[in-house]
Nanobody
Framework: QVQLVESGGGLVQAGGSLRLSCAAS????????MGWFRQAPGKEREFVGS????????YYADSVKGRVTISRDNARNTMYLQMNSLKPEDTAVYYC?????????????????WGQGTQVTVSS
């Protein structure tokens, strides 16, 4: 059973940085696409970006492009989300997700596995 565990969330001032981690276990991820999503209170879950586990190809939402970088460490089965120049509107619960079919979808319904989420709060 695939399990995803996020860590690294917290409280940061506007303009600051955070790095989130997503530890994956219970599967062979060679063909997977891993994604980051976020959900702010009262809003729908929003695509942040994705990375091909083998290819390393990345895609980002326009709202975060240029401020975030997704990477992965295949040996550690861990994906990262480096976020810089954080804004109060980045405040949300951040989730990592896995799509075993390997599509770089922006639709959360395409991802079969989800972590429990980690809270990121950006103060102004």
């Amino acid at each position: 059973q695939v399990q995803l565990v996020e860590s690294g969330g917290g409280l940061v001032q506007a303009g600051g940085s955070l790095r989130l981690s997503c530890a994956a276990s219970g599967g062979t991820f060679n063909r997977y696409v891993m994604g980051w999503f976020r959900q702010a209170p009262g809003k729908e879950r929003e695509f942040v970006g994705s990375i091909g586990w083998t290819s390393g190809r990345t895609y980002y939402a326009d709202s975060v492009k240029g401020r975030v970088t997704i990477s992965r460490d295949n040996a550690r089965n861990t994906m990262y989300l480096q976020m810089n120049s954080l804004k109060p509107e980045d405040t949300a619960v951040y989730y990592c997700a896995a799509d075993q079919h390997g599509f770089h979808s922006r639709n959360s319904e395409s991802y079969e596995y989800w972590g429990q989420g980690t809270q990121v709060t950006v103060s102004s």
